[in-house]
């Protein structure tokens, strides 16, 4: 089995920044791309932003240049650092990885079980 476990969300004024940690454990043997996702209230979820093992990334326009996601091969951890905070940035954010798993082969998508951004005006 594989968890993967979400922290720093929280509460922030707008403008502000908060960096999100994903921690994956369990019997991995690597781990393929990496993302995050976002789901706010009556919305469908959305990605955020991805990165490969080689550490290519790809955002979603409203996030450019305000959010960068990078990752610890080594550590099995991936990280969302948010600036520039916006009202319309509120959501559960979901920590996501495509997973080779051992004993192999196979590979799998896990999610984590989401942590709040909540973004004050």
């Known amino acids: 089995q594989v968890q993967l476990v979400e922290s720093g969300g929280g509460l922030v004024q707008a403008g502000g920044s908060l960096r999100l940690s994903c921690a994956a454990s369990?019997?991995?043997?690597?781990?393929?791309?990496m993302a995050w996702y976002r789901q706010a209230p009556g919305k469908q979820r959305e990605l955020v932003a991805g990165?490969?093992?080689?550490?290519?990334?790809n955002y979603t326009d409203s996030v450019k240049g305000r959010f960068t996601i990078s990752r610890d091969n080594a550590k099995n951890m991936v990280y969302l650092q948010m600036n520039s905070l916006k009202p319309e940035d509120t959501a559960v954010y979901y920590c996501?990885?495509?997973?080779?798993?051992?004993?192999?082969?196979?590979?799998?998508?896990?999610w984590g079980q989401g942590t709040q951004v909540t973004v004050s005006s």
């Open positions: 996501n990885a495509d997973v080779i798993t051992k004993p192999g082969p196979g590979i799998y998508n896990y």
């Open positions: 369990g019997s991995i043997f690597s781990i393929n791309a």
């Open positions: 990165i490969t093992r080689g550490l290519s990334t």
